[in-house]
């Protein structure tokens, strides 16, 4: 697979370390209400969906970014690549 | 039917026209005792033992494609039982055990062929975690030996012993471990689950769950609705797609694990062999093929085909352990969607829907705990109570905090 990078262009996958889905970036706020039940969530659980997934690579043999993919489970087609810094909060 | 060596001779002057099917074709009923969503290796496994040992036949195993046809035909065939925690490793001896009389109680020859797996280390720290394994297969009941270099030469001449970068200090042993025919297993269960009474219905996908005030009574099929009292979820990659149904977010992301055979080669590799340096595991298959592996790609999957700097990083892993296999010519790779859990263990219990329970989490090590998955979870169906070998294999598990993380990785799903 290639990445197509904001910032490099398009990088081999291998480059990159694979963190899985994008719900990552929104950790819950442990003073919140039932914060258990969503940190129990935001660790463990996930929607694991056959088809489009956003999710979280680290560009660690490169610049060191994270990147937001948006990549299909079933045909492994990237359809988007973004810094993850310029989502967040989105 | 009956198998036998004579039945094999009057075949074989009958010019083996007496041959029947091992498992009948029949629609579904309109109503079960319990009813298997998942036609593999674990969810016919599961349907046999509840007929067998449960003595509950009115059981239907619903497939969405034909028999077997998922992870069941598509891994590395070994069988083994050389955990270290507690909360595993007594299910995986407890599942060696039954394949060790598997084909017995099947009437069916699986080639269960014990020829020993060899975890080979490098390093005195890793002989040192060796070690402390081979003690805990030990206590668990399975057998387990140390062997040094001068051992292993007698048994494995070929190996890179001198390699400058990750000399071979030694193995761990386990000569009951091996290799099973894969196919043979699936068809072995479906024959006698069948024979029993119950249906096999294939290319019957599950489209969604009955439930009623939180109750589950059956499920939706293409070949139409089929009621239960109860119903078992036993579909590994695609779990999370058949649990999403009902809006079940599971601790599992699907991966894509991808395995390896070479062209046909004369008997070289005696048994199974890991190296410790990275990840790769080989044995040959009866018709001489070498049968390897190595590393999940490592992104969330549901393609059944993998990428190429897996395929490289593994034959990299097989040369630097044995570099004769270096002009071996690779003859096919193909993949399969393994149901990665959050701490690289499996989950056989109840769902917060009751009279539905889940099966899966096996990671890629789904294989060889096909008999005791089978009859732990035929245990929870027909009983309601984990069986005892299995008693930690549960969702709150991580809401605990006890997690049964065999290798320390955290919740990453692609480092198990």
Redesign the interface.
């Known amino acids: 697979?290639l990445i197509d990078h904001p910032l490099l262009g398009p990088r081999?996958?291998?480059e990159f370390i694979?963190?899985?889905?994008a719900k990552l970036l929104n950790r819950p706020n442990w003073k919140s209400q039932n914060s258990?039940t969503k940190f129990?969530?935001y660790?463990?659980?996930?929607?694991?969906?056959?088809g489009v997934?956003k999710?979280l690579w680290y560009h660690e043999q490169g610049d060191r970014s994270w990147l937001l993919v948006t990549?299909n489970?079933?045909?492994?087609e990237i359809l988007k690549v973004e810094l993850a810094r310029d989502t967040k909060g989105k | 039917m009956k198998y036998s060596g004579f039945k094999v001779l009057w075949e074989g002057l009958k010019g083996n026209t007496g041959w029947k099917p091992l498992w009948r074709n029949p629609d579904p009923k309109k109503n079960y005792d319990i009813i298997i969503v998942g036609g593999g290796g674990h969810g016919l496994a599961t349907a046999y033992y509840l007929a067998e040992k449960f003595k509950i036949t009115n059981i239907a195993v619903v497939e969405k494609g034909w028999l077997g046809s998922g992870n069941i035909g598509r891994n590395t065939t070994i069988i083994r039982s050389n955990y270290l925690l507690p909360q595993n490793q007594p299910f995986y001896e407890f599942s060696l055990k039954l394949w060790e009389n598997l084909e017995q109680e099947l009437n069916y020859n699986s080639m269960v062929s014990q020829r020993g797996v060899l975890n080979i280390f490098h390093s005195d720290s890793q002989r040192d975690a060796f070690v402390r394994r081979g003690n805990a297969m030990l206590m668990s009941g399975a057998d387990a030996s140390l062997l040094g270099v001068d051992a292993l030469k007698k048994l494995v001449p070929f190996l890179d012993f001198q390699n400058s970068r990750f000399p071979i200090k030694g193995a761990l042993w386990q000569p009951r471990g091996g290799t099973v025919r894969h196919d043979a297993v699936a068809w072995g269960y479906a024959k006698e689950a069948d024979s029993r009474g119950v249906d096999i219905i294939e290319n019957c996908e599950t489209t969604n769950f009955l439930i009623k005030n939180g109750r589950c009574y059956g499920v939706e099929t293409t070949k139409g609705v089929i009621k239960s009292k109860k119903v078992g979820v036993c579909v590994a990659g695609s779990s999370s797609q058949v649990m999403g149904k009902i809006g079940i977010n599971l601790p599992i992301e699907s991966h894509v694990l991808q395995a390896f055979v070479s062209e046909g080669l004369k008997p070289v590799i005696p048994g199974v062999i890991t190296f410790g340096a990275g990840h790769f595991y080989v044995s040959q298959s009866n018709k001489g093929g070498l049968v390897f592996g190595g590393d999940i790609d490592g992104y969330n999957s549901y393609a059944q085909r993998g990428n190429l700097p897996v395929i490289e990083d593994v034959c990299e892993g097989g040369v630097a352990l044995m570099p004769m296999i270096g002009r071996a010519r690779l003859l096919r790779t193909w993949g399969g969607i393994m149901d990665m859990s959050m701490d690289g263990s499996p989950i056989i219990d109840k769902t917060k829907i009751r009279n539905l329970y889940f099966n899966g989490g096996w990671c890629y090590g789904g294989f060889k705990a096909t008999p005791a998955s089978g009859f732990c979870y035929a245990h929870l169906l027909a009983t309601d109570k984990p069986y005892n070998d299995a008693k930690d294999f549960l969702f709150n598990r991580f809401e605990r905090g006890r997690l049964i993380d065999e290798k320390g990785q955290g919740n990453q799903p692609n480092l198990h």
């Open positions: 697979m081999d996958a291998s694979y963190m899985g889905d258990k129990l969530d660790g463990y659980l996930r929607k694991n969906p056959a997934h999710e990549r489970t079933v045909t492994h």
